[in-house]
């Protein structure tokens, strides 16, 4: 009986700070919302903005209302991914002369020293009867990556928005990921990688994360595990476009977000699916279903001669050795 | 008790001769300089083998292939020879068990070697993830290597006593040793009922999680989609080669140790005669598996698979491929088939070949394939294009080698590797059947 009693009152409390709760909340909140109606009638300025909704319609708003909505929020799981955005990338062929502008930008914004570049530019033919092109090549950063797929510890990992990472403090160096893709794009740091100066340029910049982030592939690589290509996510968050696409002078990479169905190459901004509409891109290998986040276009209609790209090719070598690492060689 | 003093005499474990003393000394030898092998190659990183970013994986990964094949013989010749209650297994399978054993204990040291990170060792069960045909290996390789322990120990512990009482007097403390491992073995009707029973389970288990292990092994190559990995052919492809891989050894070993154990009486032609038709038998499997992987894809002549297909019948890897198919499969079903073929030398030799081609054969399916991918190799330096193992490679590979040979080589040396008191029953049984037929 006692406790019963207790028990009811208990209730009978709780509710009644429930109530009160809900009430002083429902107050506050009304009186924000009138201060704010009579706020707007008396601040508006008179100037109006068209302004286009997502369904189309043209719509006028007063210019003071008009926020801008925070496209890169800064805080969110690494392991998830940005929010709301899905990144790809589609590669015109047709412009590819094998500048390589692209894979010197690559090896030295993610200081890579080894043997073997992330980004390939491949001198390809598939018969003897069809013309040679160049194809360049990142990760394709598969929506159904089977590198992800075998990855015994989720050391490489799949985001919400596209990117298929690899967090090298992980990673047990099993090299089963490398086996699996179909793309040989990754790459194995066999022995301590040689980036001598960027641990000092990690404890100089400020602003730079001085930790280890997955977001940043190669700051610093780890001896016995897979690197490879990342998409840049450290660029987009600053707004700015994958390095390999600002490099190229060809504009041949676009790079934008499907969801906006927007790409670009820093020159030109394209709507993403009429792109690939109108000049019928593809994907690597489709027939395997990997299901890639890289469109390529095809090698028509060339505003370049595949010759001219001879000079640059090198078979053996991708990544240039400075005068230092070659010396300790 | 019954007299087991004519199979002591001839069964106990005795000291290593002059013979034996060389043997397992280099072994040792040979372990040491592979240890410290690996210590340079933990210190400098896997850059001192001959791997890179193509050939990604190399004899490290086809050493534990081969490792995980020839502990299948546990399965194959104890389980299945046990429950089709084919009698004549009783003197080879403390041997089949002691390799079962030892190859599977080794393979789990192999497959940590090719770890480039052993010292995040622990993220295979912090981080598991049960997608990854490697959790599948984590999960079944330990549990096989308990399984075959116990398959060793359980049907020992009869003799363990035998040798307490027959060492008591001559070296007290190797008596000592005996009595604990034998669990306090008193030989009664209740015990043995136990063990029996608790035999029969692990023989039951065997069979499957055997099957299992080799299975799994294959997936680790079909679960991609490298030509020459990716068919569907390549579990019963791998669990055919593991039964070849497994009864060749078992003859090698068995030959070996019937010359140096003087044990011509218990292993006699018979035995060998029809280890020789199980080889047989295997191989036949084998071959047939072999079809399917090879001819088969060369009739619709996909462009992959005909470069994979032309580096092994006629490019780079031909001569290896042909001494692994010719020396390994055919010249064994042709030699086994005759009955002087199945004598006890030309199965040692038959034996050896089959083993080392086996070992071979597992570089041939590990290699080639990876050299052959999709996209062009382009951009790396020339070396790359190929691989051929380190000397590192070679002096670790020896050296798990040799421990294999060695755990081989200490149970031999302390363990009957005849079991003592089923001979003696079967003996037994075989005088009593001959007393109530005269």
Same mark, same amino acid.
């Given at each position: 009986?006692?406790?019963?009693?207790?028990?009811? #009152?208990?209730?009978?409390?709780?509710?009644?700070?429930?109530?009160?709760?809900?009430?002083?909340?429902?107050?506050? @909140?009304?009186?924000?919302?009138?201060?704010?109606?009579?706020?707007?009638?008396?601040?508006?300025?008179?100037?109006?903005?068209?302004?286009?909704?997502?369904?189309?319609?043209?719509?006028?708003?007063?210019?003071?209302?008009?926020?801008?909505?925070?496209?890169?929020?800064?805080?969110?799981?690494? #392991?998830? @991914?940005?929010?709301? #955005?899905k990144f790809v990338m589609v590669i015109d062929l047709a412009k590819c002369k094998n500048a390589l502008k692209c894979q010197k930008s690559c090896n030295k914004s993610h200081y890579i020293t080894g043997d073997n570049a992330w980004l390939k530019v491949y001198k390809m033919q598939e018969s003897k009867e069809t013309a040679p092109y160049w194809m360049p090549t990142t990760c394709q950063h598969c929506d159904q990556p089977a590198c992800v797929t075998v990855c015994p510890v989720d050391a490489t990992f799949k985001r919400k928005d596209g990117l298929v990472l690899i967090d090298n403090e992980r990673c047990i160096g099993c090299r089963f990921c490398m086996a699996a893709c179909p793309y040989s794009t990754r790459v194995f740091n066999w022995s301590e990688p040689d980036q001598g100066e960027i641990t000092m340029t990690m404890d100089m910049e400020m602003d730079e994360p001085t930790h280890y982030s997955p977001e940043h592939a190669g700051l610093p690589s780890v001896k016995g595990t897979?690197?490879?290509?990342?998409?840049?996510?450290?660029?987009?968050?600053?707004?700015?476009?994958?390095?390999?696409?600002t490099a190229c002078p060809n504009g041949v990479f676009y790079f934008g977000d499907q969801y906006e169905d927007t790409v670009t190459n820093g020159e030109e901004t394209l709507r993403f699916r009429e792109l690939l509409k109108n000049k019928s891109g593809y994907r690597l290998m489709e027939g395997l279903g990997t299901e890639p986040s890289v469109y390529y276009l095809p090698p028509v209609d060339r505003l370049v001669n595949f010759e001219d790209g001879l000079e640059e090719f090198t078979e053996f070598q991708s990544v240039e050795k400075t005068e230092e690492s070659e010396k300790s060689e | 008790m019954k007299n087991y003093d004519k199979l002591l005499n001839d069964l106990a474990p005795t000291k290593f001769g002059k013979l034996g003393v060389i043997w397992t000394s280099s072994l040792i030898v040979i372990i040491i300089i592979g240890i410290i092998a690996y210590i340079d190659q933990l210190i400098k990183g896997q850059v001192v083998t001959n791997m890179r970013d193509y050939a990604l994986w190399g004899i490290y990964i086809s050493n534990f292939v081969f490792f995980v094949a020839t502990s299948f013989v546990g399965s194959v010749v104890v389980a299945i020879l046990r429950l089709t209650k084919n009698s004549w297994r009783t003197p080879l399978v403390? $041997?089949?068990? &002691?390799?079962?054993?030892?190859?599977i204990a080794m393979a789990g040291i192999t497959i940590m070697i090719d770890m480039a990170r052993p010292d995040r060792l622990?993220?295979?069960?912090?981080?598991?993830?049960?997608? /990854?045909?490697?959790?599948?290996? *984590?999960?079944?390789?330990?549990?096989?290597?308990?399984? /075959?322990?116990l398959l060793l120990y359980f049907p020992l512990l009869p003799d363990l006593a035998i040798l307490k009482s027959h060492f008591k007097e001559k070296q007290p403390t190797l008596s000592k040793?005996?009595?604990?491992?034998?669990?306090?073995w008193t030989g009664s009707a209740a015990q043995k009922a136990i063990q029996s029973k608790s035999i029969h389970i692990i023989v039951l288990m065997i069979l499957p999680v055997g099957l299992i292990l080799q299975t799994i092994d294959a997936w680790l190559f079909s679960t991609t989609y490298r030509i020459g990995w990716d068919s569907?052919?390549?579990?019963?492809?791998?669990?055919?080669?593991?039964?070849?891989?497994?009864?060749?050894?078992?003859?090698?070993?068995?030959? *070996?140790?019937?010359?140096?154990?003087?044990?011509?009486?218990?292993?006699?032609?018979?035995?060998?005669?029809?280890?020789?038709?199980?080889?047989?038998?295997?191989?036949? *499997?084998?071959?047939?598996?072999? &079809?399917?992987?090879?001819l088969i894809p060369l009739f619709t002549a996909k462009k992959g698979e005909m470069t994979h297909l032309d580096t092994l019948f006629s490019g780079h890897y031909a001569p290896l491929f042909w001494f692994v198919t010719i020396g390994g499969l055919i010249v064994p079903i042709i030699v086994l088939l005759s009955k002087k073929g199945r004598k006890p030398f030309p199965m040692f030799i038959i034996g050896l070949i089959v083993v080392v081609a086996s070992w071979w054969k597992r570089y041939v399916i590990v290699t080639p394939t990876l050299l052959h991918p999709f996209l062009p190799i382009q951009g790396v330096p020339e070396s790359w294009h190929h691989y051929f193992p380190s000397l590192h490679e070679w002096l $670790?590979?020896?050296?798990?080698?040799?421990?294999?040979?060695? $755990? &081989?080589?200490?149970?031999?040396?302390? *363990?009957?590797? &005849?079991?003592?008191?089923?001979?003696?029953?079967?003996?037994?049984?075989?005088?009593?059947?001959?007393n109530i037929e005269s």
């Open positions: 009986m006692k406790n019963n009693n207790e028990n009811s #009152r208990r209730k009978f409390l709780d509710k009644g700070l429930k109530l009160g709760l809900a009430t002083t909340i429902g107050a506050v @909140g009304l009186t924000k919302l009138a201060t704010k109606l009579t706020a707007q009638t008396d601040t508006q300025s008179g100037e109006k903005m068209e302004l286009m909704t997502t369904d189309g319609t043209l719509i006028e708003v007063d210019s003071t209302e008009v926020i801008e909505v925070e496209h890169s929020p800064k805080d969110y799981n690494i #392991r998830e @991914g940005m929010p709301n #955005r897979v690197d490879k290509c990342d998409f840049c996510p450290h660029a987009i968050k600053e707004n700015e476009l994958p390095h390999c696409v | 403390r $041997i089949a068990e &002691i390799i079962t054993f030892a190859a622990l993220n295979l069960f912090i981080y598991a993830r049960l997608q /990854s045909p490697i959790t599948w290996d *984590v999960i079944i390789i330990p549990t096989f290597l308990a399984i /075959s322990f040793w005996y009595g604990i491992l034998s669990l306090n569907t052919n390549f579990a019963p492809y791998f669990i055919s080669g593991a039964f070849v891989a497994g009864v060749g050894a078992l003859i090698t070993v068995i030959y *070996v140790v019937r010359r140096a154990k003087k044990l011509e009486d218990y292993i006699t032609d018979f035995h060998f005669d029809k280890m020789g038709k199980l080889l047989v038998l295997a191989c036949l *499997v084998y071959l047939y598996f072999n &079809i399917n992987e090879y $670790i590979t020896s050296a798990t080698l040799a421990m294999a040979l060695l $755990i &081989i080589t200490v149970l031999v040396r302390f *363990v009957p590797v &005849i079991p003592i008191e089923r001979t003696a029953d079967e003996q037994e049984e075989l005088k009593s059947n001959k």
